[in-house]
C-alpha cells in the first residue's frame, strides 16, 4: 500500500491504485487520475477513451460501463468529457457519436433537436430537396416550376 492508504486501497505492478471497496481505479498507470473521457481498467498500461456515442465528465473511472450514453440532442466523439449540442439542421438522438443530418423537404433553424420529428417540414413554394437545411428561404422553387412540400 502507498503511505496513507488504509487496508482496502493496494498498488498494482504498473502503478496504478486501485481501491478495492470503491472498485474503481484512483489513478492510471502513470500516476495521474483516469482523466475525463477516459476509463482506466484495473492494471491497464493507459487510460482507454469512452467509446463514441458515450462520454465521462468525471476523472477515476475503471470501466466503460463508467462512461454515460450520449443525452439526446447532443452528440459524443469517443473521447468525450462533455457532450456537443446538435447543430441545426440535424437531430442526435440517445447515443449519438454524430448529428444525423434533417432529412430532405425539413430544415431546422434550431440546434439541440433530439429526432427527425423535430425537423420542421418546408413550406409550399420552397426546393427543399437537399438535407442538413437550416433554412427554407435560400431555396425558393424556380420560375416556372411548382413545388410542394
Known amino acids: 500500500c502507498y503511505q496513507g492508504a488504509d487496508e482496502s486501497t493496494f498498488e ?3 502503478g496504478e491504485i486501485y481501491n478495492e ?3 474503481q481505479a484512483l489513478y492510471n498507470c502513470t500516476g495521474e487520475p483516469c482523466p475525463q473521457g477516459y476509463y482506466c481498467p484495473a492494471g491497464s498500461a493507459h487510460p482507454l477513451a469512452c467509446p463514441a456515442g458515450s462520454y465521462r465528465e468525471d476523472v477515476r473511472g475503471d470501466h466503460w460501463k463508467n462512461c454515460t450514453a450520449c443525452t439526446p440532442g447532443f452528440y459524443c466523439l469517443e473521447g468525450t468529457q462533455d ?3 446538435c447543430p441545426a ?3 442526435c438522438p440517445l447515443n449519438s457519436s454524430v448529428p444525423l443530418a434533417c432529412p430532405a423537404g425539413t430544415y431546422s ?3 439541440g433537436l433530439e429526432s427527425t420529428n423535430e425537423c420542421t417540414q418546408c413550406p409550399d413554394g420552397y426546393d427543399c430537396t437537399g438535407t442538413n437545411l437550416t433554412t427554407y428561404g435560400d431555396y425558393p ?3 416556372g416550376s411548382f413545388c410542394v412540400a
Do not use: N, R, W
Request: hydrophobic share 15%; proline share 17%; net charge negative.
Open 12 to 14: 498494482f505492478p504498473c
Open 21 to 23: 471497496e470503491q472498485s
Open 83 to 85: 457532450p456537443l449540442e
Open 89 to 91: 439542421g440535424s437531430y
Open 109 to 111: 433553424d434550431t440546434p
Open 141 to 143: 422553387c424556380q420560375l
